[in-house]
């Protein structure tokens, strides 16, 4: 371990020792190994089931998958599989799990039962231990295969099934080691094993992240699943597809290189201080495809099936008209994929996804016909200083079903123009005048009722009042909020209560909703963006809002929405994909699904969260267009297409400035250019600090300047006991805080309450 590693290490213990003493503890974790009450509708368990095997995505497959016959089942994985990550995001009390033996098994699949009983037998006497919060196995060891297992399970079968697992999190990153990015001796002894023996082998990948899949032509493996970790129904999406009731559909959501050296970040990922995004805007597929083909073992977009299809296109006046023939013999689903190159003098990628569709379930022969609009951003790239900006010159679009093979179907010409303005990442804030005093006092509920403005309501809030809203109810599993929650906001004090100002209640998201009692255990979030399919996803999370209103959840802590930036973050499966486009339209769909069931959205983290180690300290580096073209723009088609009420800042800072003091991040971009009216809270607990434009404010001050209203939970600085308090000793000192920020501020926090289930709920009338 390096100095830095050590160094961050020990301030994370310290960290945590301190909100263990004060009462706040981290209690993620703790929810891992338990199962609850089986709570889940059938209608959700099915969702999820669809979900899971839609987002599977099939990588190879030489006659022989799917089974009919008998197989052997190889790799501890089978019983101890992978249902989600670890932390925040994959915390949560399963009503069930169905692991892929048991899907199998239920599934009718003949399995060869010596190989079983044998693995059944090895995990109930080494039984995987998940260890503490960001200590977690990133892999369990496997079972040592003796050539007589083999050799008796030849006997019965020319197929042999064979599962690896990986799992990393929260805090805890994938490394460049054997059991997390590289496979380990015992794995790579048990393929030597299995490939010499089986003629017909099929890997199923249970994992979180892209991994080296180099052994994918090393042994002679006929056949690779993608599976991810699918949940709680991730045994019964495996079944459907090894055992043919459903054919995969899944496409690749990340670009899978030939080595971890081949990604563009992989020079600069994981250093403690500073990441210099020195890729810029060539993330993932956009490098690849405009200068480094060779290094792809599988490209962006990419997923195979049972069947076949044909896809033919046109395009004209901003509009793609594709037909999508299904080929082959077997019923399934195609996602039509259209990519734009720009002019040279655009210094764009070769390829960038512009717009995609799936189709519905098309049988043998059938056809259907749609249309993808392309908007004006398809053909524009972001110009420092300047805005959106369309170069004069040919523009051509490809259409296919991967990034690789898509075919070029049209090239046009277009003339330079500035297609939107755009705020510059500097910003004053104009500070807001102190509202006119009102005789009239009215309670939170006349402003629901229409009997009364908001902006009356909030003239009338004493100082005090108004800086407690500022500020969450102090502690993790608030006795405010539903058991387990997240942190409370709102009504967090007597005074707000008597005002109607409800607790509002936060749960993490984005895998189901963590809280003391059970809830439905989601698919992870890459395995979501692999469907390409929002209709799919919106009916997934509108399940979890009608779960967290029986369950007393306001808010989802979710979508989580970073960039996979680098194959080794942790919480790559909290996140969708290395394309913004894709990450967005899959966000706004959950978003939607949600608050569409009457709960509130709250996507994270704004932005650049893309390294677990040292977040709270690291510095992203990024050019102003990779911010727009990459790290912002799956926020920002979120927020422009789902609205939704609540977003959260990340830990890191954004070219020095801490996310929850940037001002020109969330008041400029996200408020003033994007139109976000709701409210923006910070990651739990913050960091000291200040932004440029703030005068002489500081931290809390500083943090409502630039408009993120709530610290949460409350109750302090990371690492640091910190009372609440501070927002009044200088207010309306020269250069400091004043009353008319706080009011402001109290506006956007109480407007996007006021769309919450907390109003009118039971807590607000105490
Ligand atoms: C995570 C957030 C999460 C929050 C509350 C933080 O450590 O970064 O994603 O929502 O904890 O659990």
């Not at 300047?386 to 259409?399: D, E, I, K, M, N």
């Not at 930036?565 to 790559?572: A, E, I, Q, S, V």
Request: net charge neutral; charged share 20%; aromatic share 10%.
């Amino acid at each position: 371990m390096g100095w830095a590693k050590f160094q961050q290490r020990c301030k994370n213990f310290a960290a945590k020792l301190y909100f263990s003493i004060s009462g706040s503890a981290l209690k993620q974790g703790e929810n891992l190994s338990s199962d609850g009450e089986n709570n889940t509708s059938p209608a959700m368990s099915e969702t999820l089931r669809r979900a899971a095997r839609e987002g599977a995505v099939l990588l190879k497959n030489r006659n022989t998958l799917p089974i009919s016959g008998k197989f052997a089942l190889f790799g501890r994985g089978q019983t101890d599989t992978f249902y989600t990550g670890y932390g925040s995001g994959g915390d949560v009390i399963k009503p069930y799990r169905v692991s892929i033996l048991q899907g199998l098994e239920r599934g009718g699949a003949a399995l060869v039962e010596p190989v079983k009983e044998a693995y059944l037998k090895f995990s109930e006497q080494h039984p995987v231990s998940h260890g503490c919060w960001g200590n977690w196995p990133r892999y369990f060891p496997e079972m040592p295969l003796s050539s007589e297992l083999v050799e008796a399970a030849r006997a019965e079968t020319e197929t042999a099934v064979v599962v690896l697992g990986r799992a990393a999190g929260e805090d805890r990153e994938n490394e460049l080691k054997a059991g997390s990015f590289y496979l380990t001796e015992e794995e790579k002894a048990m393929l030597a094993r299995v490939t010499a023996a089986f003629p017909r082998v099929a890997v199923v990948l249970n994992i979180g992240s892209v991994i080296d899949l180099s052994f994918l032509e090393e042994y002679n493996i006929s056949a690779a699943l993608l599976l991810w970790q699918g949940g709680m129904e991730a045994g019964n999406a495996c079944a459907d597809l090894l055992l043919g009731k459903a054919n995969p559909c899944g496409k690749l959501a990340d670009t899978v290189a030939r080595a971890y050296s081949a990604y563009p970040s992989s020079q600069n990922f994981g250093n403690a201080a500073y990441n210099d995004y020195a890729e810029d805007i060539f993330v993932g597929y956009r490098h690849f495809e405009t200068r480094a083909k060779g290094d792809v073992r599988f490209p962006f977009g990419f997923g195979l099936s049972y069947t076949t299809f044909a896809i033919s296109a046109n395009y004209g006046n901003g509009v793609v008209k594709f037909c999508v023939k299904n080929t082959g013999e077997r019923a399934g689903r195609e996602v039509v994929q259209v990519y734009a190159e720009k002019p040279a003098a655009a210094h764009a990628p070769a390829r960038e996804l512009v717009g995609f569709f799936k189709t519905k379930e098309l049988a043998p022969a059938e056809e259907e016909q749609g249309e993808i609009v392309l908007d004006d951003r398809a053909f524009s790239v972001y110009a420092e200083g300047c805005g959106f900006v369309q170069f004069g010159g040919t523009y051509r679009l490809y259409v296919g079903a991967d990034v690789r093979s898509a075919e070029e179907i049209a090239s046009f010409e277009l003339q330079e123009r500035i297609a939107e303005h755009a705020s510059p990442l500097s910003y004053a804030v104009k500070i807001p005048p102190e509202l006119a005093k009102t005789a009239k006092h009215c309670a939170f509920s006349d402003v629901a009722a229409g009997k009364a403005t908001l902006t009356e309501f909030v003239a009338s809030l004493s100082d005090r009042e108004l800086e407690a809203l500022a500020y969450g109810a102090m502690k993790m599993d608030s006795p405010l909020g539903a058991s387990g929650n997240a942190g409370v906001m709102g009504g967090t004090t007597a005074e707000l209560r008597a005002r109607g100002v409800p607790p509002v209640t936060m749960t993490d998201g984005p895998s189901g909703i963590r809280l003391k009692t059970s809830s439905s255990l989601l698919p992870i979030a890459t395995l979501l963006a692999c469907t390409f399919d929002p209709a799919l996803v919106e009916e997934v999370y509108r399940g979890v809002g009608e779960e967290m209103r029986a369950r007393g959840s306001h808010v989802l802590l979710a979508p989580a929405m970073n960039m996979h930036r680098d194959p080794l973050c942790g919480r790559n499966f909290e996140y969708y994909s290395e394309d913004p486009l894709l990450s967005g339209k899959i966000a706004a769909a959950a978003v939607r699904g949600l608050q569409n069931a009457g709960v509130s959205a709250c996507p994270k983290h704004f932005a650049c969260n893309n390294q677990e180690f040292n977040r709270s300290h690291n510095d992203s580096r990024v050019s102003e267009r990779a911010l727009r073209e990459i790290y912002l723009r799956g926020f920002e088609i979120c927020v422009k297409e789902a609205r939704p009420h609540f977003l959260m800042t990340s830990y890191n800072k954004i070219n020095g400035v801490y996310a929850h003091y940037n001002a020109a991040l969330v008041n400029g971009i996200l408020r003033g250019e994007w139109g976000f009216e709701g409210c923006v809270i910070t990651d739990w607990w913050m960091q000291k600090g200040s932004c440029p434009e703030a005068g002489k404010r500081k931290n809390n001050a500083a943090r409502v300047y630039a408009g993120v209203n709530v610290l949460m939970p409350g109750g302090g600085y990371l690492g640091k006991k910190y009372q609440h308090g501070g927002l009044l000793k200088k207010l309306n000192k020269k250069g400091h805080l004043t009353r008319g920020e706080l009011q402001k501020n109290a506006c956007e926090i109480l407007g996007a309450i006021l769309k919450t289930a907390a109003m009118g709920s039971e807590k607000s009338e105490k």
